[in-house]
């Protein structure tokens, strides 16, 4: 509810369902933001509007007042000297609502991807060149909301959460990524020993080693942690062995293709990229 009140803005009827402090429909801003003095001393903080003007604030508020919260009570109660209900049904709007008065998911994920974020993850993930598939592994990988055998477990689908590859450690994302034992040998491979490894809800964070390229150096890593889940699959599905060298050649050819895809859109992907991983 937060989240959709901070996209919609309400025009004020009848005030029923209308949050007087969380809902903008003053203006652009919460009540709660701009008058914080004044909401910390307010004693019913989901109160709607309807409420308000018919009680009055003074009976939401604490009997004593700071001489903050006092002031902020003056320009407040200028602001509701404008404010006449009526009989209609309050009435939200927003740009991410189309006409027929659905949220729309394509503009909000529009919104996002062309919002400018400081989020080191939203740089990390949506604005890699990976697959949009790729990304949204990615995504879930950050948050460990992968369906590793731990979080399995957690909702009483499995009875244990031995790793299925090694059969030795609890399979959970980090493990999987980068302790399991063919995954480690997949990124002593690429990287170099010995690393170490970041939390998984930081791989941004994984050493890129001098011979490989900064640009689109987290697009590669994303892509073979999605190899890794791949090959996670076939074990567990298909019943196939662990195998370093079958890991390594799905992501070359991961790599490759990937990389013939993007060329004509950036031309300084490297062509290396697949030579990496030994044939």
Known sequence: MPVYRSITRVSVGNGQDTSFWWDAWLGDFFLAAKFQILYSHCSQPHCSVQQVVQLGINHLLSSRLSAGAVSELLCLNQL??????????DKRTSNLISADGRLSTAAVYKAAVHTQHTSPVFSFVWKSKAPQRVKFFAWLLLQDRIQNRCNLLKKHIVDNSTCELCKVAPETSEHLIFHCPVANQLWTLVLGSPMSFPPINELWNLSRPPSLPPKHYNTFVLLCCWCIWNHRHDVVFRQMRPCLQRLSTACRQTCHL????????????????SSVFPP
């Open 258 to 273: 990937w990389a013939c895809r993007l060329k004509n859109e950036d031309s300084t992907i490297p062509n290396h990229w």
């Open 80 to 89: 509701m000297d404008q404010v006449m209900l009526t009989d209609q049904m």
